[in-house]
Protein backbone atom coordinates (compact mmCIF):
# COMPACT_ATOMS: atom_id res chain seq x y z
CA UNK A 1 0.00 0.00 0.00
CA UNK A 2 1.73 3.35 -1.03
CA UNK A 3 1.02 5.50 1.43
CA UNK A 4 3.25 8.01 1.12
CA UNK A 5 2.30 10.05 4.58
CA UNK A 6 -0.06 10.46 7.02
CA UNK A 7 -0.78 12.76 9.94
CA UNK A 8 -2.77 12.85 12.77
CA UNK A 9 -3.59 16.63 13.44
CA UNK A 10 -5.67 16.63 16.17
CA UNK A 11 -8.68 14.67 17.28
CA UNK A 12 -10.89 15.31 15.01
CA UNK A 13 -8.48 16.02 11.93
CA UNK A 14 -6.26 13.73 9.40
CA UNK A 15 -4.43 14.36 6.63
CA UNK A 16 -2.57 11.73 4.50
CA UNK A 17 -0.91 11.35 0.94
CA UNK A 18 -1.16 8.67 -1.60
CA UNK A 19 1.78 7.67 -4.04
CA UNK A 20 -0.69 6.25 -7.20
CA UNK A 21 1.12 3.19 -8.36
CA UNK A 22 -2.61 1.36 -9.14
CA UNK A 23 -5.05 0.73 -11.43
CA UNK A 24 -8.00 1.65 -11.48
CA UNK A 25 -9.52 -1.78 -10.60
CA UNK A 26 -7.34 -1.30 -7.30
CA UNK A 27 -9.71 2.32 -6.08
CA UNK A 28 -13.07 0.65 -7.96
CA UNK A 29 -13.37 -2.23 -5.54
CA UNK A 30 -14.06 0.55 -2.54
CA UNK A 31 -14.70 3.88 -4.80
CA UNK A 32 -17.23 4.67 -7.50
CA UNK A 33 -16.81 6.90 -10.12
CA UNK A 34 -19.46 9.07 -9.66
CA UNK A 35 -18.41 11.43 -13.06
CA UNK A 36 -17.01 11.24 -16.49
CA UNK A 37 -13.31 11.61 -16.85
CA UNK A 38 -11.95 11.06 -20.17
CA UNK A 39 -8.39 11.13 -18.96
CA UNK A 40 -6.65 7.77 -17.73
CA UNK A 41 -4.61 9.66 -14.99
CA UNK A 42 -6.95 12.27 -14.04
CA UNK A 43 -9.59 9.41 -13.67
CA UNK A 44 -6.83 7.58 -11.40
CA UNK A 45 -5.77 10.57 -9.26
CA UNK A 46 -9.77 11.47 -8.55
CA UNK A 47 -10.22 7.86 -7.55
CA UNK A 48 -6.97 8.13 -5.05
CA UNK A 49 -8.29 11.16 -3.30
CA UNK A 50 -11.51 9.59 -2.54
CA UNK A 51 -9.92 6.53 -1.66
CA UNK A 52 -8.12 8.74 1.14
CA UNK A 53 -10.93 9.98 2.52
CA UNK A 54 -12.39 6.75 3.93
CA UNK A 55 -8.80 5.76 4.61
CA UNK A 56 -8.62 8.49 7.42
CA UNK A 57 -12.49 8.29 8.02
CA UNK A 58 -14.16 4.32 6.99
CA UNK A 59 -17.36 6.21 7.66
CA UNK A 60 -17.07 8.87 4.89
CA UNK A 61 -20.37 9.24 3.13
CA UNK A 62 -18.35 9.46 -0.43
CA UNK A 63 -21.12 8.68 -2.19
CA UNK A 64 -23.24 11.97 -0.74
CA UNK A 65 -20.17 14.36 -2.15
CA UNK A 66 -21.38 17.18 -4.14
CA UNK A 67 -19.69 19.89 -6.16
CA UNK A 68 -20.66 23.62 -5.95
CA UNK A 69 -20.38 25.97 -8.34
CA UNK A 70 -16.62 26.92 -7.43
CA UNK A 71 -15.72 23.26 -7.73
CA UNK A 72 -15.28 22.35 -4.21
CA UNK A 73 -16.61 19.69 -3.33
CA UNK A 74 -18.32 19.71 0.11
CA UNK A 75 -21.35 17.49 1.79
CA UNK A 76 -24.52 19.28 2.56
CA UNK A 77 -24.44 18.02 6.58
CA UNK A 78 -21.14 18.69 6.78
CA UNK A 79 -20.46 15.78 8.71
CA UNK A 80 -17.25 16.24 7.69
CA UNK A 81 -14.90 18.98 5.81
CA UNK A 82 -12.36 18.39 3.56
CA UNK A 83 -10.05 19.15 1.25
CA UNK A 84 -8.85 16.96 -1.60
CA UNK A 85 -5.31 17.96 -4.28
CA UNK A 86 -3.77 15.57 -6.84
CA UNK A 87 -0.12 16.32 -8.27
CA UNK A 88 1.59 13.87 -10.99
CA UNK A 89 1.81 10.50 -9.42
CA UNK A 90 0.77 12.09 -5.85
CA UNK A 91 -2.97 12.46 -4.22
CA UNK A 92 -3.40 14.32 -0.92
CA UNK A 93 -6.68 14.73 1.65
CA UNK A 94 -7.33 16.18 4.80
CA UNK A 95 -10.54 15.50 6.73
CA UNK A 96 -12.30 17.40 9.88
CA UNK A 97 -15.20 16.73 11.94
CA UNK A 98 -15.14 20.13 13.31
CA UNK A 99 -12.81 22.52 11.27
CA UNK A 100 -12.63 23.75 7.82
CA UNK A 101 -9.88 22.53 5.93
CA UNK A 102 -7.61 23.31 2.86
CA UNK A 103 -5.19 20.89 1.47
CA UNK A 104 -2.19 21.39 -1.39
CA UNK A 105 0.26 19.42 -3.09
CA UNK A 106 2.62 20.02 -5.70
CA UNK A 107 5.90 19.01 -7.47
CA UNK A 108 8.43 21.61 -7.46
CA UNK A 109 9.23 22.89 -11.36
CA UNK A 110 10.76 25.55 -12.53
CA UNK A 111 7.44 26.48 -14.91
CA UNK A 112 6.69 28.01 -12.15
CA UNK A 113 9.16 31.23 -12.26
CA UNK A 114 6.83 32.53 -15.33
CA UNK A 115 4.10 33.00 -13.57
CA UNK A 116 5.12 34.45 -10.71
CA UNK A 117 3.90 37.83 -10.88
CA UNK A 118 0.18 36.45 -10.56
CA UNK A 119 0.81 35.76 -6.96
CA UNK A 120 3.93 36.52 -5.52
CA UNK A 121 5.40 39.69 -4.32
CA UNK A 122 8.62 41.08 -3.79
CA UNK A 123 8.68 40.82 -0.03
CA UNK A 124 6.70 37.37 0.01
CA UNK A 125 10.22 36.03 -1.43
CA UNK A 126 12.20 37.84 0.37
CA UNK A 127 10.81 37.04 3.52
CA UNK A 128 11.04 33.06 2.24
CA UNK A 129 14.59 33.49 1.17
CA UNK A 130 15.65 34.95 4.95
CA UNK A 131 14.30 31.50 6.51
CA UNK A 132 13.38 28.41 4.05
CA UNK A 133 15.80 26.67 2.49
CA UNK A 134 18.42 27.42 3.52
CA UNK A 135 20.88 25.19 2.65
CA UNK A 136 21.15 22.46 -0.41
CA UNK A 137 20.19 24.85 -3.45
CA UNK A 138 19.40 22.24 -6.66
CA UNK A 139 21.23 23.19 -9.76
CA UNK A 140 19.19 23.64 -12.29
CA UNK A 141 21.47 23.43 -14.76
CA UNK A 142 21.39 19.97 -14.34
CA UNK A 143 17.66 20.15 -15.08
CA UNK A 144 16.70 19.97 -11.88
CA UNK A 145 14.25 22.58 -10.48
CA UNK A 146 15.96 25.71 -8.92
CA UNK A 147 16.25 27.03 -5.59
CA UNK A 148 13.75 29.88 -6.70
CA UNK A 149 11.55 27.51 -7.50
CA UNK A 150 11.12 25.46 -5.09
CA UNK A 151 10.41 28.67 -2.61
CA UNK A 152 7.63 29.76 -5.28
CA UNK A 153 6.06 26.83 -5.32
CA UNK A 154 6.07 26.69 -1.43
CA UNK A 155 4.23 30.16 -1.14
CA UNK A 156 1.68 29.04 -4.58
CA UNK A 157 0.94 25.64 -2.51
CA UNK A 158 0.14 27.89 1.14
CA UNK A 159 -1.62 29.93 -1.22
CA UNK A 160 -3.41 27.46 -2.77
CA UNK A 161 -4.35 25.50 0.36
CA UNK A 162 -5.91 28.67 1.70
CA UNK A 163 -8.01 29.28 -1.10
CA UNK A 164 -9.69 25.57 -0.77
CA UNK A 165 -10.38 26.12 2.67
CA UNK A 166 -12.07 29.52 1.94
CA UNK A 167 -14.13 27.46 -0.88
CA UNK A 168 -16.11 30.40 -2.37
CA UNK A 169 -13.79 31.54 -5.10
CA UNK A 170 -13.14 34.96 -6.23
CA UNK A 171 -9.63 34.92 -4.28
CA UNK A 172 -7.05 37.26 -6.13
CA UNK A 173 -3.97 35.19 -4.62
CA UNK A 174 -1.54 38.09 -4.54
CA UNK A 175 -3.94 40.80 -3.22
CA UNK A 176 -6.33 38.41 -0.48
CA UNK A 177 -3.44 36.50 0.42
CA UNK A 178 -0.56 37.41 1.64
CA UNK A 179 2.35 36.38 3.71
CA UNK A 180 3.44 37.73 6.80
CA UNK A 181 5.79 35.10 8.57
CA UNK A 182 7.66 32.20 7.82
CA UNK A 183 10.18 30.05 10.50
CA UNK A 184 11.14 26.10 9.96
CA UNK A 185 10.38 23.95 12.84
CA UNK A 186 12.57 21.25 12.85
CA UNK A 187 14.34 19.90 9.56
CA UNK A 188 10.49 18.94 7.94
CA UNK A 189 8.38 21.54 9.03
CA UNK A 190 7.79 24.88 7.66
CA UNK A 191 5.32 26.84 9.61
CA UNK A 192 3.98 30.42 7.93
CA UNK A 193 1.57 33.13 9.15
CA UNK A 194 -0.60 34.88 6.08
CA UNK A 195 -2.97 37.72 6.44
CA UNK A 196 -6.32 36.25 4.45
CA UNK A 197 -8.50 40.05 3.63
CA UNK A 198 -11.64 38.49 1.84
CA UNK A 199 -14.66 39.37 3.31
CA UNK A 200 -13.20 39.67 6.69
CA UNK A 201 -9.44 40.31 7.71
CA UNK A 202 -8.23 36.58 8.99
CA UNK A 203 -4.54 35.39 10.09
CA UNK A 204 -4.30 31.78 8.97
CA UNK A 205 -1.89 29.67 10.32
CA UNK A 206 -0.51 26.95 7.45
CA UNK A 207 1.55 24.01 7.76
CA UNK A 208 4.16 23.14 4.79
CA UNK A 209 6.21 19.67 4.29
CA UNK A 210 8.92 19.10 1.90
CA UNK A 211 9.51 16.23 0.10
CA UNK A 212 12.31 15.78 -2.09
CA UNK A 213 10.75 17.99 -4.93
CA UNK A 214 7.07 17.63 -3.57
CA UNK A 215 5.74 20.48 -1.57
CA UNK A 216 2.77 19.55 0.74
CA UNK A 217 0.54 22.56 2.84
CA UNK A 218 -2.54 22.40 4.64
CA UNK A 219 -4.28 24.78 6.70
CA UNK A 220 -7.46 23.74 9.36
CA UNK A 221 -9.42 26.30 11.30
Not at 163 to 170: E, I, L, T, V
Request: hydrophobic residues 40%; neutral net charge; aromatic residues 12%.
Amino acid sequence: MPLFFQLQIDEHTRLAVWKIEEEEAFFLQKVPLHRAITHPHKRLQHLAGRYLLQHLFPQFPIELIKIADTRKPFLEDEAFHFSISHCAQFAAAIVSTEKRVGVDIEVVSNKIEKVQHKFSSIEEIKCIKEVWPHKNEMDSSEGLSSYHATQLTLLWSCKESIFKWYGKGGVDFKENIVLKKIKQNGNDVIQSTFCFTKEIETALQLHSYYFEGVILSYVFT
